[in-house]
């Protein structure tokens, strides 16, 4: 059968108008109904900040009509926070920053007031390595000199990290094992504190993160880096591995929900996190801060979390917190 123009026109047209509500109906889903609480476990100016606001960024500017609510309740190296996760209300609209290894690392401890199996996490979306850092004015320039000096002055140079049994904790456990020194380790509530620590010359360094050597560079040295390979932003920063040490660790950052949030609930949050990951913006705003992004979700995280909770078991033995 032959088709006259105008039949042609009208097809196309039908098409097109299908195509744009289609897709609108698939921005629409990806879209919250309301506005999302995003519940945040450390003080505001570290890292786990800094990523929710390029996170609460990217989702403006696909949902303008959704808001997220960036808030903060501090304490205990995120302890306080994961200790109420479940009193949170299980509206599918609240969520709470975690990350590993604390959430595994502290309960072994027994000084919070939750258990891993308490925090349900939906989504892990970026990773951070870490790294050794000193201020820029430090006498210190290279991981030689620092081990050289804390093998002079055993238990006096000071490192800070952000929370007691934090990956900041375990890397500076890490450093005293693989360095075969003695340093002293000075947990701050956030990274945010911590750089006021470093950056003022009251601390001999920081066991931070790559994020803090590159969100703060001109104003730190890093002295080594946990990756397999240097990183872009820091190519004069050699890798713990360059300098004879088997060592590629950091820090998990992603959201959870309370225990009691339906399933589905938990898919499409999870589902969300998930798209704003693959956002050419929010992949430029990660390089740029020294974020690795992932993207373990709820279909992924029950072997992941195991296979997690198996690492930092042994890394809980190594700290002398589990047996």
């Known amino acids: ?13 039908t098409v097109l108008a299908f195509a744009a509500l289609a ?19 450390f003080p505001a100016g570290g890292e786990s900040d800094i990523s929710a606001r390029h996170q609460q960024l990217v989702l403006k ?20 926070m994961w200790a109420q996760i479940n009193n949170m209300p299980a509206d599918g609209y609240n969520v709470i920053g975690v990350n590993l290894p604390h959430i595994v690392l502290q ?54 990290g952000s929370g007691t049994n934090s990956a900041n904790h375990a890397a500076h456990e890490k450093l005293n094992l693989v360095g075969g020194v003695q340093t002293t380790y000075i947990p701050f509530k956030g990274t945010g504190d911590m750089t006021t620590a470093v950056l003022g010359g009251h601390v001999t360094g920081a066991m931070s993160y790559s994020a803090f050597a590159i969100n703060n560079k001109g ?20 890798t713990f591995k360059e300098l004879g040490f088997d060592w590629i660790d950091g820090a998990y950052r992603g959201i959870g929900m309370p225990k009691s949030t339906p399933p589905e609930a938990r898919k499409r949050m999870s589902d969300l996190w998930a798209s704003l990951n693959n956002e050419p913006e929010m ?34 033995k190594r700290m002398g917190l589990a047996k």
């Open 1 to 13: 059968m032959k088709l006259n123009a105008f039949t042609v026109k009208t097809i196309t047209t």
């Open 23 to 41: 897709s609108g109906a698939a921005v629409a889903q990806s879209c919250p109904e309301k506005n999302i609480n995003y519940w945040q476990a």
């Open 61 to 80: 500017k696909r949902c303008p009509a959704i808001e997220t609510i960036v808030q903060y309740k501090p304490g205990a190296g995120g302890g306080l």
């Open 107 to 160: 309960p072994f401890e027994g000084q919070v007031q939750y258990k891993t199996d308490d925090v349900m996490p939906v989504y892990w979306f970026h990773y951070t390595p870490d790294a050794l850092v000193v201020p820029a004015d430090s006498p210190i320039k290279s991981f030689q000199d620092l081990i050289k000096m804390a093998k002079a002055q055993p238990g006096k140079l000071t490192l800070a």
């Open 219 to 238: 104003k730190v040295r890093a002295l080594a880096v946990a990756m397999d390979k240097r990183h872009p932003l820091l190519p004069d920063v050699p």
């Open 283 to 316: 992949k430029e705003l990660a390089a740029k801060s020294g974020f690795e992004l992932v993207n373990v979700g709820v279909d992924k995280m029950e072997p992941f979390m195991k296979e997690r909770i198996r690492a930092y078991t042994e890394v809980a």
